[in-house]
């Protein structure tokens, strides 16, 4: 069984760009869940992609927009970088929305 | 506002000295409440869910419990291996939404 990955591990943009985080659910997951998470902080809550509709979203501007695939892939995009939007962003996934998070190892992403 | 606190926001214990971690929550609506262990550079490893007040999980060396306001989650014996930062998490009631505490970062000396 495969579990949740995420793509690319590392990525360094500038101020102003786009940004597409990418995450492959563990087989038989139909929820996706996007988090930020700073350094020394707990996760923050971006939004829920359940059966390829969003579920639920934290409190976050719509810069930060996501996507979900029929195979329950999911894409997080970000619009017009800001320097604290450098953080590990970790993509989780479940069997349904009230289950337990599987977690992926993150993409640290770094605005320069 | 909903919102989870978690302390000691730090804990370093001698190898089987047992201990407790508190996590305190105001949501709305409790849907229910998550335990994770995360090991630095990695994604957070999944414990325990509780979902109703009085509900009690074992697993190894931890045992979590769930009241109407806070969980604790109980160390028992703790060796080197256990040391981590551990997470909680409310899953709130009608629009999904997780609210994450900042986590007990716990360190075990041999």
């Known amino acids: 069984e495969t579990g949740v990955t995420q793509s690319p591990t590392h990525l360094i943009k500038t101020r102003g760009q786009q940004v597409t985080l990418r995450c492959s659910s563990q087989?038989?997951?139909?929820?996706v869940s996007w988090y930020q998470q700073a350094l020394g902080q707990g996760p923050q809550f971006i939004f829920q992609?359940?059966?390829?509709?969003?579920?639920g979203r934290g409190n976050f501007p719509p810069r930060f927009s996501g996507l979900q695939f029929p195979n329950y892939s999911s894409e997080l995009n970000v619009n017009a970088l800001e320097l604290d939007d450098s953080a590990l962003y970790l993509c989780?996934?479940?069997?349904?929305?009230?289950?337990?998070?599987?977690f992926g190892p993150g993409t640290r992403l770094t605005v320069l | 506002e909903d919102q989870v606190t978690q302390s000691p926001e730090a804990l370093r214990l001698q190898e089987g000295e047992s201990s407790s971690l508190n996590c305190s929550y105001t949501v709305s609506g409790l849907r229910g409440l998550f335990w994770y262990r995360q090991d630095p550079g990695k994604g957070p490893e999944f414990l325990f869910t509780?979902?109703?007040a009085g509900e009690e999980k074992e697993k190894e060396r931890l045992k979590a419990t769930l009241t109407k306001k806070e969980s604790f989650l109980h160390i028992t014996a703790p060796k080197p291996e256990d040391s981590a930062t551990y997470l909680c998490a409310a899953l709130t009631s009608g629009t999904y939404k997780y609210i994450f505490g900042t986590g007990t970062r716990l360190k075990v000396l041999a």
């Open positions: 509780l979902y109703s």
């Open positions: 087989s038989g997951h139909n929820t």
């Open positions: 992609y359940y059966r390829e509709e969003e579920n």
């Open positions: 989780a996934s479940s069997l349904e929305p009230q289950n337990e998070q599987f």
